[in-house]
């Protein structure tokens, strides 16, 4: 159980960050794990699998990624001990290289509505998103990058980074410059952290103010997200839940105050009607069929859910 609940604090501590990553990472973390365990009976197995899914599960909150990474790879029952580990191992590689693909297709299909000279912003650092505009650079688009710092954890320094390496030309913001450049701006660009069955987007604080922000400039908003980032739970009318982080991620000395609480809340919601299109691996699709998507691909869980 050591390297799991290693790979959990990396989770926790944002060591393993976005949602893609996090649910990669334990999806991984769960299939090591099943190939090292030391056991006998397949009921011991069950029951260690499981409480290693519990521990991955409840590192972060908000991003759904990672508990329908969890059931993909859980989903094994089988009459004995040897077949249950080759489920595992065969679920989580599937997991791993169908959301490498799903980057692929998502890259391919959002980067067409990208044209030759436009500036791209986006936000945190999200790879579905950086593969839109990686993919529309490789194609010999000329465009440009504004990227948000994105505080309090500088994600948008990893973005610039990743940018860089590729060759885009970046400009760097502060978070409160997105209203100032907005008008220069063609297209925006972030990732999910979940998308709920009417197409509401939950991502990093301060996409829905760069949401708002495109909406009034009437600048274009597309989201990048694979189809494992929409949530079956939302359509059995389950809230998410917002992730508050620490405040030292804010204010570093908060001793000093008497009459001062640090709010730190690391995501926000998006309504539908500020997001243009979501470009996934199944195609560009309006927010509003996100209730389709999660029946057409995660139906099952559903199903699941609902026998709870
Ligand atoms: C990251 C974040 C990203 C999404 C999508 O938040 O909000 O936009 O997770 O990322 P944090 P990706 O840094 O708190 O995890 O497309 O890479 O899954």
């Known amino acids: 159980m050591d390297k799991v609940l290693e790979t959990s604090e990396k ?17 991984a973390s769960l299939r090591d794990f099943s190939k090292a365990m030391q056991t006998e009976s397949l009921e011991d197995f069950n029951l260690q699998m499981e409480k290693a899914a519990d521990i991955l599960l409840k590192t972060r909150p908000t991003a759904v990624s990672l508990s329908n990474a969890i059931r993909m790879v859980m989903k094994y029952r089988t009459e004995d001990l ?6 595992v191992v065969l679920n989580a590689n599937r997991f791993i290289e169908n959301s490498e693909k799903a980057l ?21 650092n999200s ?18 990058v504004i990227a948000t710092e994105s505080r309090p954890r500088f994600q948008g320094i990893t973005t610039i980074g990743m940018l860089d390496k590729l060759g885009i030309e970046t400009e760097l913001i502060v978070d409160s410059a997105v209203r100032s450049v ?19 987007l939950v991502n990093k604080i301060g996409t829905a103010q760069i949401a708002l922000c495109a909406h009034e400039a009437r600048t274009s ?9 929409f949530s079956p739970r939302t359509i059995l009318g389950e809230l998410v839940t917002i992730e508050e982080r620490e405040a030292k991620e804010v204010l ?38 996100s209730y389709m998507i999660i029946r057409e691909r995660l139906g099952w869980e559903m199903e699941e859910d609902i026998s709870d």
């Open 252 to 289: 570093p000395d908060i001793s000093k105050y008497s009459h001062v609480r640090v709010r730190n809340p690391a995501f926000d919601v998006t309504p539908h009607q500020y997001i243009d299109l979501i470009s996934t691996e199944v195609g560009a699709i309006p927010p509003e069929m």
């Open 82 to 87: 040897p077949s249950a580990r080759l489920a």
């Open 127 to 144: 790879l579905a998103a950086i593969s839109v505009i990686s993919t529309a650079h490789k194609s010999g688009k000329k465009i440009k």
């Open 11 to 27: 989770i926790s501590s944002m060591e393993i960050r976005g949602a893609g990553r996090i649910a990669t990472a334990a999806a």
């Open 182 to 200: 907005m008008n220069e701006v063609d297209l925006v660009v972030v990732g999910a952290d979940v998308i709920t069955a009417n197409g509401t």
């Open 104 to 124: 692929e297709r998502i890259g391919q299909i959002g980067s067409r509505r990208i044209r030759d000279g436009d500036t791209v912003l986006t936000h945190c």
């Open 221 to 229: 908003f597309m989201v990048a997200a694979e189809t494992y980032k």
